[in-house]
């Protein structure tokens, strides 16, 4: 068992250009979720899976898009890559979305936008 | 504005004493509150977690309480270990969504 992985772990971009942040689970776990973390401000939640096929938005979703095609995968989008979204960014993934269930979470992608 | 603050950016405990910290919320209707503990270049992982119907929990040397009337939390370590030094994070969920908190860094000093 991998848990929850995260692809890649650092990342540079420059403004404007796009990228994905990829992110996986063999839990068989129907709630997945990213979340970015900057100083102060704890973690902030960005997009949400309940399913596949089944997406919505958190706290911060503005600049990024997510799709969930498959149980196992909820990769990221960064479309035009602002520095604002400098940050840590953490992809998280529990059996079902209450509380209820622990929340496990990936390693993390360092992203820095230049 | 944050639904979920922690007030203390950092705390430090000797060994072997208690570690309490704390966890304020604004939304009367999260169901379920959660502490995490991070620790450097890590992803958060699960500490205990606490329904909004009951006032206590407690698993091992971790205790967190919850005063609905105050919308307040707290963790109680005891006794607290070098080991628990790490940066802790209250949430709160309702229904599919999560907040956090902006964290705790606790030092347990030898």
């Known amino acids: 068992n991998a848990g929850v992985t995260q692809t890649p772990k650092f990342q540079v971009l420059k403004t404007g250009q796009s990228m994905t942040l990829q992110c996986a689970q063999d839990m068989n776990h129907e709630y997945m979720s990213w979340y970015r973390q900057d100083p102060g401000m704890g973690l902030r939640l960005i997009h949400y899976?309940?399913?596949?096929?089944?997406?919505d938005q958190g706290e911060v979703p503005n600049g990024y898009n997510v799709s969930r095609s498959t149980t196992e995968d909820f990769p990221l989008r960064l479309l035009s890559a602002a520095p604002s979204q400098t940050s840590v960014y953490f992809c998280?993934?529990?059996?079902?979305?209450?509380?209820?269930?622990?929340?496990?979470f990936g390693p993390g992608t360092r992203l820095t936008v230049t | 504005d944050q639904q979920v603050k922690q007030n203390s950016p950092s705390l430090s405990v000797q060994e072997g004493r208690i570690s309490i910290l704390n966890c304020d919320y604004t939304?009367?209707?999260?169901?379920?509150f959660l502490w995490y503990k991070k620790y450097p270049a890590e992803g958060p992982t699960f500490l205990i977690s606490i329904s909004s119907i009951k006032d206590k929990n407690e698993d091992g040397r971790f205790t967190v309480f919850l005063n609905k009337s105050a919308k307040h939390l707290s963790l109680h370590i005891v006794p607290s270990q070098p080991g628990d030094s790490a940066v802790y994070f209250c949430a709160a969920s309702d229904f599919n969504k999560f907040y956090f908190g902006s964290g705790t860094k606790l030092n347990v000093k030898p």
């Open positions: 939304n009367s209707m999260f169901d379920y």
């Open positions: 998280a993934s529990s059996l079902r979305g209450s509380g209820r269930y622990e929340q496990y």
């Open positions: 899976s309940v399913g596949a096929g089944i997406t």
